[in-house]
């Protein structure tokens, strides 16, 4: 193993996070910091990071005030109703005031914005959203953060706070580690604006198929968001809060756009409009908000999951009355075909053409999403002109902890910002933390280095692994045989569910028999360490003993989706030197026609 490396960076301002709303605060901070140093740390790579990692068709918060279509107070009585009161209006209303001019600077910079053709204005999808061809939203901004920062980390993940040892309460930089080379990280700042992500994965995910696994939200947000500022002691707000949303079935297609666009409806199994039956029930618990008008999305919801749990489900969409009209048609394929391209492929595999099958909705697992709608979060001082005394103390989104600010999902009590919202928090956190630093004057950072230096590799991460008898490290060893070792032979390692109801459950015992059988197979066709072995088969339990099997006998594991045809199969398998292909006999016909190509397969 190469040596890991202690690698120091002292700087202004730290900048957590690389999404909208480290972005906006990169950039703001040199705009009203020119003389400092501003550094940001992504745990990916900012051109392609966050929750619009991959591009959105719709910038979802826009006021429009230039035209007078909205005022920051519609937006706070919007998110008000919808979060049925659980809201920091302070907040809300600070950002929506300043909303617009960050959706300005992205026209500015060359963000593609729907015109309406007649008026000149932003085209609107909704109150709230203008349209957008947004595959380039991230890079655009992206490049604006790297023109500011005197330096962008990529590949970082900030793992833990440092606190200033010369005053209490008062935050004094971060560590983590390079996810490629295990370098170790250590950043000495002034003031640090945590704009990581919130939660996802927090549940399993309930799609099922062609869609197995699929998640509606960033798949890679880990909640460092919330992890980072409560290891360090801030107060937080609303953390037993979930959002939960109503999803097409399997492939998690958004149906707000159907909604606005198509205007469909939902119905349940016997064609009714369930959300009726529960009103009386609804009312009984929340009061009025069920009159309000749009009603909360979560009543929705509720009305949702206690009709199917009455036993009127599956319910669906109707769409196919939209979908007689060839322009709403081509309306409603072109939104899954260019921000949910997943959906369009589980309704061509389950034969669903929505112009003649309503598709059925479900509800998606709960996620931890502050800048999104469910206002969890670190509780922040709001801005000195609007925030009452109690909500303010001295500088705009700074958290209990001084010098640690905090943006997008990171601050709690502000939903339904979304990622023009985020990035403008972004500039709101940093402005102010600007002014946090002109006030230290030369006021230092003091940090011992026992704070960053009580981490070992061998003593707190390999001290966990069992490691082989020789010393060696083997992840199958690790994750099967070690459990079986240490007497929890008979615990439940796999349960397979079938596309039919078919289930099998696997013991580590179970497991560690069928993966030495398939590693012996492997070692008696000749396989040598080092080896290149591809895996293409479908998600059967065999696709685990063979991964496993493969890693005892000194493989090195490919796996292949089973879905791609043989030019994608062949392409992975040249490039790697692929020297075996474990597959079965339905998938070894499909692309019978390619072996013959891969030259180094034995």
Known sequence: MAKIQTIHEDCDILIIGGGMAGTGATFESRHWGRNLKIVCVEKANIDRSGAVAQGLYAINCYMGMQWDENQPEDHVRYARNDLMGLVREDLAYDMARHVDSTVHMFDEWGLPIMRDKETG???REGKWQVMIHGESYKPIVAEAAKKSADKIYNRIMITHLLMDEGKENRVGGAVGFNMRTGNYHVFKAKAVIVAAGGASHIFKPRA??????RTW??????????????????????MENRIVLTRFKDGYGPVGAYFLHLKTYTQNANGENYEQKWYDDTKKLVGDYIDHTPVPTCLRNHAFIEEVKAGGGPIHMVTTEAFQDPHLETIGWENFLGMTVGQAVVWASQNIDPKYTNPELTTSEPYVMGSHATCSGAWVSGPEDLSPSEYFWGYNRMMSVDGLFGAGDTVGGSAHKFSSGSFTEGRLAAKAAVKYIMDLKNDEILINKKQYEDFDWYRDAFSKLDWLPDGGLNNAYECVDRHVKNGFGDKLALVWLGKNGEEENYTYKDFKEQSDKFGQVMINLGMEKGDRVFIFIDRLPELYFAAMGILKAGGVIAPLFSAFGPDPVKDRMLDAGAAYLVTSPDLRKKISPIIKDIKTLK
């Open 217 to 238: 939200y960033a798949p890679w947000s880990n909640g460092s968001a919330y992890a980072l500022p409560i290891a360090a002691g801030a107060k937080m707000t609303q």
């Open 121 to 123: 204005r932003y085209q």
């Open 208 to 213: 099922v198929g062609e869609g197995m696994g």
